[in-house]
C-alpha cells in the first residue's frame, strides 16, 4: 500500500481508490489548492514569463493551424 503527504495539510493518504481525493486528503485540502492556484500564488516556473505588455493572443496562434 503507498501513502502519500497531503500537499495541502501534510496528512497521510492512501494511494488508492479508497482515498478518491488523492492525492489530497479531502474536498477541503483539494479546494484549498485549487484556490492557491486561482489567486497565482501558486504557480510553474517558466524562463520566458509574459510581459502584461506584450501583445500577444490565442486567437493568433488557432490562425496557424
Do not use: H
Not at 484549498?32 to 501583445?55: M, Q
Request: glycine content about 6%; aromatic content about 8%; charged content about 35%.
Amino acid at each position: 500500500m503507498t501513502v502519500v503527504k497531503c500537499p495541502t495539510c501534510g496528512k497521510g493518504v492512501v494511494w488508492g481508490e479508497v482515498s478518491p481525493y488523492r492525492p489530497f486528503c479531502c474536498k477541503r485540502c483539494q479546494l484549498i489548492d485549487l484556490g492557491e492556484w486561482a489567486d497565482e500564488e501558486k504557480r510553474i516556473p517558466s524562463n520566458e514569463d509574459l510581459n502584461e505588455s506584450e501583445d500577444w493572443s490565442e486567437d493568433r496562434d488557432s490562425n496557424n493551424l
